[in-house]
């Protein structure tokens, strides 16, 4: 009756084995390190930089706990936060001798001091959040206006192509601030401009008025359109965010809207807020220009004359100078998407890109006028330029498609996708609030919490065992492993562990104990009403499963419209909160079960239980089931 079989005790051995296992890392702590990644999408990270990296310390008479290639990135770390300093200064000494120019993002980080044979396992700590480990808070302020502004033009550009294609004559189109200002001469030309605007552009609302002989068609985005650009904008800037913060290695930053026009950005485990303040900074925009192959011109790549007037030399990722023409023929800004893929012909790695309206119509007319020269494609970051590519102008390209390469790798195609695409930010921003939290002020959060867990474990565990004796001790013991796998599974889903998170696991040893307690008193109420010791275990459990499965799902919905609508620290809260009562389910029925079976299911003839006081109706009748 009360006896498991074999296979439901391989669940429990297994469960326990992994949840130690996953549990492990999270008490090696962490150590400083200093993290060496690419400034630029050109700039790879590689053995030989890990090599540079150790002649580095070398060099400077330090030594690394270890030194390792991950994630596009060399780490070393070390025993001390002095060691790290010196070897942030000798590194950057090494790495990057002009500091305008970077080619490396050197940076300070903290990474665990788990041993490489829990590292294999991919057992890793878990994240935590900026209130217990450090770092650095900011919130940005986005330019909406500017964001509106920007669009506005581009659809005075597409509104100039529009017209022409439709051969509606107009006076002059203009932008006035976030509206288009267009001038008519007569009535009927007027309406033509209208039903093209209502066909095409949906997103403006006209207003028409008399200017003397003329007739004015003010157009302005509409307010859900405009609602619509600012959120895009937004979206498109954490976009960027997330891509620049990658750089950094950061575990689990927080990058998140806030209000209709803000961004809050924590990194966790940072403390170098300039550098972080830099690569925040970091935008890549894109410039389309003409080689200039005059004789002058040549001279100048081979370094024998002089920098014609009127032209610029970049270098290619070769190292090969390109002489090209100062007036630019396409900017990023009339660039729509970028994607990696590969040359049908030659099998290359390329880079596909797609104009609007406007860049479509320059490009065509550029490369039917410039059949057999050559045309620059310019990478900059952070105001340096460099030539991805200077293909031959073979044929007129129309249609808003464009395809570069240039000896380029598949990551080299992806990552120079990745930076056109949503590299540049498509509003302004301004740091309007900087704060840093310090790792010991972190170290003081994490103590704080641990012992308030460990306190409210132990009064609960002191309690259990005193009010239920030997079935109290198990109930412990459940609670014990509901932590353990608790800890495993966010370490094992990399959940980020905030303070909010350490209440709400103080909070889950309250409400896990209450389905021991549920199935004790059952077991109690059993035995008060005759039942045999075997019986009112079996029944106890039976009995209690059913308010102990309402009692968690109503909990766990309360959790889950936390986790949907909450943001920031309530959802750190309600995913610890949630993970807490699934875990709870398994450890508090299935676990103590099985310790219980294990315990008395094996004597046939089961005289008493050592479950406390058993207080019967007949206060003569009363005994201790023992």
């Not at 008493?608 to 007949?618: A, C, Q």
Request: aromatic share 6%; net charge neutral; charged share 20%.
């Amino acid at each position: 009756m009360n006896r498991y079989p074999v296979w439901k005790y391989a669940i429990i051995v297994i469960a326990l084995l992994v949840g130690f296992l996953y549990t492990l890392p999270n008490f090696f702590g962490e150590a400083p390190a200093v993290q060496v990644s690419a400034a630029k999408a050109s700039q790879k990270v590689d053995s030989g930089t890990q090599a540079r990296v150790e002649e580095a310390l070398k060099t400077a008479g330090l030594t690394a706990d270890l030194i390792s290639l991950e994630a596009g990135s060399v780490r070393a770390r070390f025993a001390s936060t002095d060691d790290q300093l010196k070897a942030k200064d000798a590194i950057q000494k090494a790495l990057v001798p002009d500091a305008a120019d970077p080619s490396y993002v050197v940076a300070l980080n903290l990474l665990s001091r788990s041993p490489s044979w829990l590292s294999a396992l991919n057992a890793a700590p878990m994240y935590l959040g900026l209130d217990l480990r450090g770092g650095v808070h900011f919130m940005l302020q986005v330019d909406m206006p500017a964001a509106l502004t920007k669009k506005a033009e581009s659809l005075a550009g597409d509104l100039r192509t529009v017209l022409r294609e439709k051969n509606v004559r107009h006076g002059g189109i203009s932008r006035n601030g976030q509206s288009i200002e267009l001038r008519f001469r007569d009535a009927a030309t007027l309406e033509a401009a209208k039903r093209v605007l209502a066909d095409q552009f949906g997103e403006l609302e006209t207003v028409e008025v008399q200017d003397g002989s003329d007739y004015k068609l003010t157009a302005s985005i509409k307010p859900q359109a405009a609602r619509t650009v600012q959120d895009q904008a937004l979206k498109q800037n954490i976009t960027t965010l997330h891509n620049r913060i990658n750089e950094l290695g950061v575990a689990e930053p927080v990058i998140q809207q806030q209000g209709t026009d803000r961004i809050v950005v924590q990194l966790p485990g940072v403390q170098d807020t300039a550098k972080a303040k830099d690569i925040l900074g970091r935008t890549a925009t894109l410039e389309v220009r003409l080689v200039e192959e005059s004789t002058e011109a040549r001279a100048a790549e081979t370094g024998t004359g002089p920098v014609p007037f009127g032209t610029e030399r970049y270098l290619e990722r070769s190292g090969q100078p390109v002489i090209v023409k100062k007036q630019v023929v396409l900017t990023g800004d009339n660039l729509t998407d970028a994607q990696p893929g590969f040359d049908s012909q030659t099998q290359e790695p390329t880079v596909n890109l797609t104009l609007d309206a406007k860049g479509s119509r320059i490009f065509k007319d550029v490369t039917r006028e410039n059949v057999g020269k050559r045309m620059a494609i310019i990478l900059f970051e952070k105001g340096k330029g460099e030539v991805v590519t200077a293909p031959v102008i073979r044929s007129e390209i129309g249609g808003g498609r464009v395809q570069i390469s240039g000896r380029m790798t598949t990551v080299e195609a992806n990552d120079t996708a990745l930076l056109l695409r949503a590299g540049s930010l498509a509003a302004p921003m301004e740091i309007i609030e900087e704060r840093t939290i310090g790792p010991s002020l972190g170290a003081e959060n994490i103590a704080k919490g641990f012992n308030s867990v460990t306190w409210g474990f132990l009064a609960v565990a002191v309690f259990m065992c005193v009010y239920y004796m030997l079935f109290g001790l198990f109930s412990s013991i459940a609670l014990a492993v509901n932590l353990l796998l608790l800890v495993a599974v966010l370490s094992m889903l990399q959940a980020t562990l905030t303070l909010p998170g350490m209440a709400a696991m103080a909070l889950v040893l309250g409400m896990a104990i209450d389905a021991n307690v549920l199935i004790n008193e059952r077991v109690r109420e059993e035995l008060r009403n005759g039942a045999s010791p075997q019986a009112a275990i079996h029944t106890g459990y039976d009995r209690a499963w059913a308010t102990i499965i309402d009692s968690n799902v109503t909990t766990l919905i309360a959790g889950l419209a936390l986790l949907a609508f909450g943001s920031g620290p309530v959802r750190g809260f309600a995913v610890v909160h949630c993970l807490g009562i699934m875990t709870s389910m398994f450890s508090a029925v299935f676990f103590s079960r099985g310790l219980v079976n294990l315990w008395y299911g094996r004597q046939k003839k089961l005289k008493s239980v050592s479950i406390g006081t058993v207080w019967r109706p007949d206060a003569d009748a009363s005994a201790k089931a023992e």
